[in-house]
């Protein structure tokens, strides 16, 4: 036992780290976990660029940081402490760091480990649950639930999803009001490609830009369905000849019937790679090919994931709640459990944060029901609708600095001084 | 004399025209137009698809609307009544379109023309106010001053502008706080593509961002220098090296020293077409290929100059100031003027309207300042800063709707009844 190990039942330090693509809201979550564990007198240790500051020692005292700047946490997007694409592997297969991590954890005094991300992170965050029976250290370990991809299994929807879909409805929105005005002698087809390489649900949320065959997004090119040509083409066509213009919406995992990605299959940089991508302007080529119609098309890329500017009040919420509640889980002695989200009701919308365990969650992955997707394969259903609409609702308070600009919070990231001998993941 | 024509100094009708690329807040010009008009008794019509609809007798007639839904439009992007992009040739070398412009007002007793664009409309606004002399019907023509583009003479600015650089600082600021988080194990570079395809502006708003060498944005790309590829590159490496990763701005215009536009230049899409355009892949291939680092590029394209939620309130407030402005003009029987915002102090910012001649406006184009990009290509200068920072400040108010999206108002555009035999422009 460590020497500054205290008696009580909340003796020891926290360790929270982030993991995989940020959101705009993955630091409300960070606030919620730090808020909650000040107030239980616990110290939060974050570990610098997720796990791989766990196993380089390379850990941020977060006490050193003002109640105020951990508040303003809450409307600063990115990730505050620094996030990493980093799978660890079995036991079996690399035992060494698994033994790093414990002697990390036990130089610093952690007793309970919180790992905000997705299925990767889940993953992980159960493989360390299990190192107080495999190795004998003595650790809680809390999954927190984190993705725009919306696609972690048990919980009914994810922290950073919401405000991406709000952004996007948003942009659909205003982008098409903008070629409505412009159709008569200028742009025809307007294609928005968003994010989701094995999932629809963020072109989904586009959907909730407007309602009826007439209102835009007008066509949804899901990763879900085969791309169909002659049928897009037709729709794209049917469209402009009744509404004036066309707006669609592409998710970028669309892909053809040999199930290749459009965004490769199609076009070739000056170098000749694949990867140049964008679904978007292969569409867009196709649309003047076929049909001879101006086009415009956009890519907002990170811009959709990072827009707290425009984020969503129940998602913010949402985040900030799984964070107070994955404290209250490592503080109560659970293991292996991550909060999640429960829908009690769709209308009036309202929620609740349950503890789940982390094996029915790791590595799984929750597609989107079939029924989301209208008969035609081209927009969403009464029931997506249903399931989407709550997400995006209410706006979520922002200060903005006299230059015009939103007041993000920088932190300190103090270092903690490291103990041990480096280590090289 | 038309049987209608009043006997008073505000006898007769206004005609309203929105004319070329739309912005976020083209539509507060057209509420101040008509409230001004409506205060001062005077019908206002506005044309469907800009002058297109003055031609065809298309026009719309907006006492239909409530007073609501014209205080609305100060917070609805896109154009009202639609918009078009059409020149008016010379009156020698089209003197039908002229004429037949003059029967269209005279049955309807339009007396004023507001034309509200950028350079080509203070163009046809300026040959359209001649018509009295050259062909004997008296009308006064107003140009009213929008663009995204910021490259309007005389005015200090142009609204539109102000907005989609707020947009373009806020995006790179938030994208880059995403980049920052994920660079240790992923995108090391991130390439935002902008609107300018002849001059710099909105790039350079994107360096109010942040400031000192170390903060996003690291590189700007102007249109206004030719793109050198080793310094750029050098750059870019020097930049990941130094800070971890890097945020590069592009306009869209960026060209190679050989003249050609870089988006056309360096990619070919599935069809050879160079028009699939983009030249932020162009250079996400460039900085893998030779620096080998992974990246990331966005193309917000429409939704830059369509983002209403995150207007400027200064833009959002010159919007309307100069449909105001342009009202009172005509109505005091000003002819060929434009309201132009002049800028009396840049801190504290103050600004007014004033009346310019037309003809100091039309077909001339204000470029960026030299002075306004800094020595090594890559940035801007303290002088820029101080041109750019009061058009992004402040916040323009907008309402949601329940349903999480903001309440754009849809207009009833009633046609007003044709008098006239049909005309094919």
Same mark, same amino acid.
Request: with cysteine; charged share 20%; aromatic share 8%.
């Given at each position: 036992?460590?020497?500054?190990?205290?008696?009580?039942?909340?003796? /020891? #330090?926290?360790?929270?780290?982030?993991?995989?693509?940020?959101?705009?809201?993955?630091?409300?979550?960070?606030?919620?976990?730090?808020?909650?564990?000040?107030?239980?007198?616990?110290?939060?240790?974050?570990?610098?660029?997720?796990?791989?500051?766990?196993?380089?020692?390379?850990?941020?005292?977060?006490?050193?940081?003002?109640?105020?700047?951990?508040?303003?946490?809450?409307?600063?997007?990115?990730?505050?402490? /620094?996030?990493?694409?980093?799978?660890?592997?079995?036991?079996?297969?690399?035992?060494?760091?698994?033994?790093?991590?414990? =002697?990390?954890?036990?130089?610093?005094?952690?007793?309970?480990?919180?790992?905000?991300? /997705? $299925?990767?992170?889940?993953?992980?965050?159960?493989?360390?649950?299990?190192? !107080?029976?495999?190795?004998?250290?003595?650790?809680?370990?809390?999954?927190?639930?984190?993705?725009?991809?919306?696609?972690?299994?048990?919980?009914?929807?994810?922290? !950073?999803?919401?405000?991406?879909?709000?952004?996007?409805?948003?942009?659909?929105?205003?982008?098409?009001?903008?070629?409505?005005?412009?159709?008569?002698?200028?742009?025809?087809?307007?294609?928005?490609?968003?994010?989701?390489?094995?999932?629809?649900?963020?072109?989904?949320?586009?959907?909730?830009?407007?309602? !009826?065959?007439?209102?835009?997004?007008?066509?949804?090119?899901?990763?879900? $369905?085969?791309?169909?040509?002659?049928?897009?083409?037709?729709?794209?066509?049917?469209?402009?000849?009744?509404? /004036?213009?066309?707006?669609? *919406?592409?998710?970028?995992?669309?892909?053809?019937?040999?199930?290749?990605?459009?965004? =490769?299959?199609?076009?070739?940089?000056?170098?000749?790679?694949?990867?140049?991508?964008?679904?978007?302007?292969?569409?867009?080529?196709?649309?003047?090919?076929?049909?001879?119609?101006?086009?415009?098309?956009?890519?907002?890329?990170?811009?959709?994931?990072?827009?707290?500017?425009?984020?969503?009040? %129940?998602?913010?919420?949402?985040?900030?709640?799984?964070?107070?509640?994955?404290?209250?889980?490592?503080?109560?002695?659970?293991?292996? %459990?991550?909060? %999640?989200?429960?829908?009690?009701?769709?209308? &009036?919308?309202?929620?609740?944060? =349950? &503890?789940?365990?982390?094996?029915?969650?790791? $590595?799984?992955?929750?597609?989107?029901?079939?029924?989301?997707?209208?008969?035609?394969?081209?927009?969403?259903?009464?029931?997506?609708?249903?399931?989407?609409?709550?997400?995006?609702?209410? =706006?979520?308070?922002? &200060?903005?600095?006299? #230059?015009?600009?939103?007041?993000? %919070?920088?932190?300190? #990231?103090?270092? *903690?001084?490291?103990?041990?001998?480096?280590?090289?993941?």
């Amino acid at each position: 036992m460590s020497p500054v190990r205290r008696s009580s039942a909340t003796a /020891g #330090n926290l360790l929270y780290a982030q993991s995989g693509g940020v959101t705009s809201v993955i630091n409300a979550t960070a606030a919620g976990v730090i808020e909650a564990a000040r107030a239980r007198g616990v110290k939060v240790y974050a570990a610098r660029n997720g796990i791989l500051g766990a196993l380089r020692e390379d850990l941020i005292d977060t006490s050193k940081e003002t109640a105020s700047a951990i508040t303003a946490l809450r409307h600063t997007p990115g990730g505050a402490f /620094g996030s990493c694409r980093y799978k660890l592997k079995s036991l079996a297969d690399n035992r060494a760091e698994y033994e790093r991590l414990i =002697e990390v954890f036990r130089a610093h005094d952690i007793r309970w480990f919180l790992y905000n991300g /997705g $299925n990767d992170s889940a993953d992980t965050a159960l493989k360390l649950s299990q190192i !107080g029976k495999t190795l004998g250290y003595d650790i809680r370990c809390i999954g927190v639930p984190k993705t725009v991809d919306n696609d972690l299994a048990v919980t009914d929807c994810c922290p !950073g999803f919401g405000s991406v879909a709000k952004y996007t409805a948003i942009s659909t929105l205003e982008a098409s009001l903008d070629v409505a005005s412009m159709a008569e002698t200028s742009t025809k087809v307007f294609i928005l490609e968003v994010m989701g390489r094995h999932a629809g649900w963020i072109a989904a949320a586009a959907g909730l830009a407007g309602e !009826g065959a007439d209102a835009a997004p007008h066509i949804i090119l899901f990763p879900e $369905n085969a791309f169909d040509e002659a049928a897009f083409l037709a729709r794209v066509k049917a469209t402009v000849e009744r509404v /004036g213009w066309c707006t669609v *919406v592409a998710s970028e995992g669309v892909r053809n019937a040999a199930g290749q990605f459009l965004a =490769e299959a199609g076009t070739r940089d000056a170098f000749g790679h694949a990867q140049l991508g964008g679904v978007a302007p292969v569409l867009a080529a196709l649309v003047k090919e076929k049909l001879g119609y101006k086009y415009h098309w956009a890519l907002p890329d990170y811009l959709q994931r990072s827009a707290r500017h425009a984020a969503s009040k %129940v998602d913010a919420e949402q985040a900030f709640a799984v964070g107070r509640a994955a404290v209250d889980y490592a503080l109560a002695g659970m293991n292996a %459990v991550m909060p %999640v989200i429960v829908r009690t009701s769709d209308a &009036p919308y309202r929620w609740k944060i =349950e &503890p789940a365990p982390l094996a029915k969650i790791a $590595n799984r992955e929750k597609k989107m029901p079939r029924s989301f997707i209208s008969r035609d394969g081209f927009g969403i259903t009464a029931a997506a609708r249903r399931y989407l609409a709550p997400l995006i609702r209410g =706006e979520a308070p922002l &200060p903005y600095g006299r #230059n015009g600009l939103p007041s993000y %919070v920088q932190l300190k #990231n103090a270092a *903690v001084t490291a103990r041990l001998p480096a280590f090289k993941p």
